[in-house]
């Protein structure tokens, strides 16, 4: 295997990508562009070339997905259209568990901060996202807000739930929606642990002083 896409909000997500990636033919999303092997292509680039197209349509287009060279001596140039798509982040290398600590003394927690848009109390982890810039900035902002505040800048709050990705309104640092949620589940994780297994009272209102983001 060279690359992998990865990412997925679930695993029925992944496969039915997975699925339209291998049957470009009867895939609703890409059977009426009849996609073709170009006899200058390798059956690699071909494959490449329907990824693209894959990503540009629904509902991939909307979730922050990461392309990763498994083996980077084996990159390839991308297909043109490859190029736009903003919402695709490439990694390099094996895929690194990134395992995080569940601090066992309460003095390593710390209390969520006002939300930095409407500067309102957030009650519990549910209710947050964190800027990901974190070692600069550390804004906390209710999950509705920040959706709130990108979906407007998009021009999509009419016509979307969820943003793709925006800027933070403090740092200007730009995030990816689904990186957003995969800290907020991180961090759930970590205060179920530590409100049922160690016992900390308020954990789900407190999170890790040293959590990385991202
Ligand atoms: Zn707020
Ligand atoms: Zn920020």
Same mark, same amino acid.
């Given at each position: 295997? !060279?690359c992998?896409i /990865?990412? $997925?909000? @679930?695993?029925?997500s992944?496969?039915?990508?997975?699925?339209?990636? =291998?049957?470009?033919?009867?895939?609703?999303r890409?059977?009426?562009?009849?996609?073709k092997?170009?006899?200058?292509?390798?059956p690699?680039? $071909?494959?490449?070339?329907?990824?693209?197209?894959?990503?540009?349509?629904?509902?991939?287009k #909307?979730?922050s997905?990461?392309?990763r060279?498994?083996?980077?001596?084996?990159?390839t140039?991308f297909?043109?259209?490859? @190029?736009?798509?903003?919402?695709?982040e490439?990694?390099?290398?094996? !895929?690194q568990?990134?395992?995080?600590? !569940?601090?066992?003394?309460? =003095?390593?927690?710390?209390?969520?901060?006002?939300?930095?848009?409407?500067?309102n109390?957030?009650s519990?982890?549910?209710?947050?996202?964190?800027?990901?810039?974190?070692n600069?900035?550390?804004s /906390?902002? /209710?999950?509705?807000?920040?959706a709130?505040k990108?979906?407007t800048e998009?021009?999509?709050?009419?016509?979307?739930?969820?943003?793709i990705?925006g800027?933070?309104? #403090?740092?200007?640092g730009?995030? #990816?929606?689904?990186?957003?949620?995969?800290?907020? #589940?991180?961090l759930?994780?970590?205060?179920?642990?530590?409100?049922?297994?160690l016992k900390i009272f @308020?954990?789900?209102?407190?999170?890790p002083?040293?959590?990385?983001?991202?």
């Amino acid at each position: 295997m !060279v690359c992998i896409i /990865h990412g $997925f909000p @679930n695993s029925v997500s992944a496969l039915r990508f997975e699925w339209a990636w =291998q049957n470009p033919d009867k895939s609703r999303r890409l059977r009426d562009i009849k996609l073709k092997k170009d006899k200058k292509e390798s059956p690699f680039q $071909f494959r490449l070339r329907i990824l693209s197209n894959l990503l540009n349509s629904d509902p991939w287009k #909307r979730l922050s997905l990461n392309f990763r060279w498994l083996m980077p001596e084996y990159e390839t140039q991308f297909p043109e259209k490859f @190029n736009n798509l903003t919402h695709i982040e490439r990694k390099f290398g094996l !895929v690194q568990k990134e395992g995080e600590m !569940v601090p066992k003394d309460p =003095q390593d927690y710390e209390s969520i901060k006002p939300c930095s848009i409407c500067k309102n109390n957030i009650s519990t982890i549910s209710e947050l996202v964190r800027c990901q810039t974190k070692n600069i900035c550390g804004s /906390h902002f /209710h999950i509705y807000c920040l959706a709130k505040k990108a979906l407007t800048e998009s021009k999509e709050f009419d016509t979307c739930l969820i943003p793709i990705k925006g800027r933070c309104p #403090r740092c200007f640092g730009t995030w #990816r929606w689904g990186d957003l949620i995969q800290d907020q #589940r991180t961090l759930i994780q970590i205060s179920q642990i530590a409100g049922e297994n160690l016992k900390i009272f @308020n954990a789900e209102k407190l999170i890790p002083k040293n959590s990385t983001v991202g």
